[in-house]
């Protein structure tokens, strides 16, 4: 059993917050509700559901920026022995064992979005994972789901070696800038993140506070999220939302965001009995790790892959103006259940209702008809391919060209 530590005391798993049980505050916390935020419980956290509005904030995020935060999310580093530059591809190559993603493979700075899987193949988290140096240490950085993260360091601690040490960074916040005017706002207070493409990061530095900074988020917009000290969180708020593109918004908008870019949310739309097959996320199984079959649920995962899957998650787009919510059926002509929708809701960039169900592959194909029950009444819809709305990922530099 590796070990855990949290910031620099090492402790027992058992001695983590007990996930939803336990309510605890973000570090913005007062800062939120000082400018209006709605705050609800998510994820074991206070979090500002909106400000104006769910509608007033998406539509301000597709057109300029807004700040989410997001420092629910659980922040680990992965580091191996007592070397103290580190060997990341020793961690890369303990974590590829419930990974089905190249991690071995990763450049210094890139990351990786992936996939934390049951022995049987069933996904227990969604993830990002980055090869990084931070002031001479070679680790690995991941980003797992806030109300997940306690469970994931446990199953972690379980498969990973002894050698392998895990540090949940509790000490930092985690804030994101999505938007197509996000990358001229955060250039003016921490010049060079324009070079940064899609899925790369790097260690920049902000009024003598340390950032690690990646050009990726969950909106399908441009954007960044940025780790930064909590104590420092407020100023940079503060600083951030001094600029004009800038608005701090709610959780309300991130899920409608992430919802029309067709992005599945774990506990929703992804949960132990979905495969990745299943979850139409069949890109991240690299290719050598396909073929090496060496990760966690590789057989029953490989042949859904070669056979498909008995259901698989698609996009809806609902027939009229209501809303189809997650918890309603797909039935046949029969009324009999076949189906689950797991998110829906109002597109405010469509002016119209959207959802993501798993349905039988044979009703997967864009364009099929299908029929939702909610509450005892019967919805029209139709199969969409995903995204809804285009994302807007900048994959090339333009100020490098790379």
């Known amino acids: 059993m590796s070990d855990l530590q949290i910031g620099e005391q090492v402790v027992a798993i058992e001695d983590a917050p007990e996930g939803e049980d336990v309510i605890q505050l973000l570090p913005l916390d007062a800062w939120h509700r000082a400018r209006g935020g709605r705050m609800v419980p998510f994820a074991g956290y206070e979090m500002p559901v909106q400000y104006e509005g769910i509608m007033a904030e998406h539509l301000w995020t597709r057109q300029s920026a807004g700040l989410f935060d997001v420092s629910h999310m659980g922040q680990l580093v992965f580091t191996y022995g007592d070397d103290e530059g580190g060997n990341t591809d020793s961690v890369a190559k303990a974590l590829e064992a419930v990974l089905p993603g190249d991690v071995t493979g990763l450049g210094r700075g890139r990351m990786r979005y992936s996939l934390l899987l049951a022995e049987d193949g069933g996904i227990l988290d969604d993830l990002m994972v980055t090869r990084r140096t931070v002031d001479g240490t070679d680790e690995i950085y991941m980003v797992v789901n806030g109300a997940t993260k ?11 070696s002894d050698d392998v040490t895990i540090n949940l960074q509790d000490e930092q916040a985690l804030l994101a800038v999505q938007g197509p005017k996000a990358v001229d706002a955060l250039q003016r207070l921490v010049p060079g993140v324009e070079a940064l493409v899609f899925m790369t990061a790097g260690a920049f530095d902000w009024n003598g506070t340390p950032l690690w900074i990646s050009r990726s988020g969950y909106t399908g917009e441009d954007g960044f999220e940025i780790s ?9 708020a503060d600083a951030i939302c001094a600029e004009p593109e800038v608005k701090p918004i709610g959780l309300g908008a991130r899920d409608s965001l992430r919802l029309e870019a067709g992005l599945p949310l774990y506990g929703h ?28 649920g590789a057989e029953r995962i ?7 899957p008995a259901t698989k998650r698609v996009g809806l787009i609902i027939a009229g103006r209501q809303p189809v919510r997650e918890g309603a059926t797909v039935v046949n002509v029969d009324g009999a259940t076949i189906g689950r929708v797991t998110s829906g809701g109002f597109a405010p960039t469509l002016g119209a209702p959207i959802g993501m169900a798993f349905v039988p592959t044979a009703l997967a194909t864009p364009g099929t008809a299908v029929r939702l029950s909610q509450r005892g009444k019967f919805h029209e819809a139709t199969v969409a391919a995903m995204p809804f709305v285009p994302h807007n990922y900048v994959r090339q530099s333009k100020t490098t060209g790379a």
């Not at 097959?277 to 790790?289: P, Q, T, W, Y």
């Open 150 to 160: 306690y469970d994931d360091i446990g199953y972690l601690l379980e498969v990973l």
């Open 228 to 236: 930064i000290p909590a104590e420092a969180a407020a100023a940079f």
């Open 269 to 296: 739309d992804l949960d132990p009995e979905t495969t990745p097959v299943m979850a139409d996320l069949g890109f991240a199984l690299s290719k050598r790790r396909r073929e090496a079959a060496d990760f966690a």
């Open 302 to 308: 490989l042949a859904e892959r070669e056979t498909g």
